[in-house]
Nanobody, 117 residues
Framework: VQLVESGGGLVQSGGSLRLSCAAS????????MSWYRQAPGKERELVAG????????NYADSVKGRFTISRDNAKNTVYLQMDSLKPEDTAVYYC???????????WGQGTQVTVSS
């Protein structure tokens, strides 16, 4: 299993970024996918999740209305569109895959997002 995030970077407050997570080594369309983030000195937190076929989505309250999760099962890729970014969104963003609630999670290496004020 391999998950490779990309698209992070430095952006000004109010700006946008689109994160991508390319998956390989497993049947992508059978796995729920999630984005997590971890800011310095804080615990890792769930940002957004999407079901295996994309019909079910959930978001942290802090990003609702600003972030959008989507997936392309033909490309084995999950995305996180981040708009109206705030300095408090600064964190390392991780992609995660899990087949079911009873299964282990797989993680990518993370991509840094920095939002300047």
């Amino acid at each position: 299993v391999q998950l490779v995030e990309s698209g992070g970077g430095l952006v000004q407050s109010g700006g946008s970024l689109r994160l991508s997570c390319a998956a390989s080594g497993f049947t992508f369309s059978s796995y729920a996918m999630s984005w997590y983030r971890q800011a310095p000195g804080k615990e890792r937190e769930l940002v957004a999740g999407i079901g295996s076929v994309g019909g079910s989505k959930n978001y942290a309250d802090s990003v609702k209305g600003r972030f959008t999760i989507s997936r392309d099962n033909a490309k084995n890729t999950v995305y996180l569109q981040m708009d109206s970014l705030k300095p408090e969104d600064t964190a390392v963003y991780y992609c995660s895959a899990r087949r079911s609630v009873m299964s282990r999670s797989y993680w990518g290496q993370g991509t840094q997002v920095t939002v300047s004020s």
